[in-house]
């Protein structure tokens, strides 16, 4: 069972920047694909950014391509979101996912491809 746990999100206002962090339970913590989703209320979660465990690919929703970028630290079993030119439309709760991935050939765009999910973190853009 591995934990993730959220943390930088807040209230910041359009044009700014955040930097989400998730922090992970495992010392396998590079053997894990991860991806960062969001659900804004009244709203399905979407996909926003994704790593794989080689950490030489990644892949974003084109809502954030340019605006947000999504790095790891395997050493220390995280992985941050660095977030800018924040839009009220990014105003959401965001969560870190991740699944064990041995193999490290893919990217996973999907919710239900991660076993393992943070509690999340809100992130409000104000006008």
């Known amino acids: 069972q591995v934990q993730l746990v959220e943390s930088g999100g807040g209230l910041v206002q359009a044009g700014g920047s955040l930097r989400l962090s998730c922090a992970a339970s495992t010392r396998t913590f590079s053997n894990y694909a991860i991806g960062w989703f969001r659900q804004a209320p009244g709203k399905e979660r979407e996909f926003v950014a994704a790593d794989r465990w080689s950490g030489s690919s990644t892949s974003y929703a084109d809502s954030v391509k340019g605006r947000f970028t999504i790095s790891r630290d395997d050493a220390d079993n995280t992985v941050c979101l660095q977030m800018n030119g924040l839009k009220p439309e990014d105003t959401a709760v965001y969560y870190c996912?991740?699944?064990?991935?041995?193999?490290?050939?893919?990217?996973?765009?999907?919710?239900?491809?991660?076993?393992?999910w943070g509690q999340g973190t809100q992130v409000t853009v104000s006008t």
């Open positions: 996912a991740a699944r064990p991935d041995y193999i490290g050939t893919s990217v996973y765009r999907g919710a239900g491809a991660y076993n393992y």
